[in-house]
């Protein structure tokens, strides 16, 4: 399973950006796709996840700002972060809990991240 992360950029406060999050390669199902972030100095830390079944969760220094959605059709995740603040400024990783093959056990897959940088 390979993740694509794209969509990031600069931004100034208050603006909005959709990132998406495409998988490929050999995928049996995906059960869950999740949106981190890790800002310079800090550790990694989870913003959204999103279920097969649609079932979301937020971080709550993103909660009424973010919207993790997914096109199942087309294996993409997408994160639409609107009222940025220069704190939400980092790099955004996918992660998907996936099944590569019916013969495999499912694992953790990360995609390479991408910049998102929001202006004051």
């Known amino acids: 399973v390979q993740l694509q992360a794209s969509g990031g950029g600069l931004v100034q406060a208050g603006g909005s950006l959709r990132l998406s999050c495409a998988a490929s390669?050999?995928?049996?199902?995906?059960?869950?796709v999740g949106w981190y972030r890790q800002a310079p100095g800090k550790q990694r830390e989870l913003v959204a996840t999103?279920?097969?079944?649609?079932?979301?969760n937020y971080a709550d220094s993103v909660k009424g700002r973010f919207t993790v959605s997914q096109d199942s059709a087309k294996n993409t995740v997408y994160l639409q972060m609107n009222s940025l603040k220069p704190e939400d400024t980092a790099v955004y990783y996918c992660?998907?809990?996936?099944?590569?093959?019916?013969?495999?056990?499912?694992?953790?897959?990360w995609g390479q991240g991408t910049l998102v940088t929001v202006s004051s």
């Open positions: 390669g050999r995928i049996f199902r995906i059960n869950a």
């Open positions: 999103i279920s097969s079944g649609a079932i979301t």
């Open positions: 992660n998907a809990d996936a099944k590569p093959s019916y013969y495999t056990t499912s694992a953790f897959f």
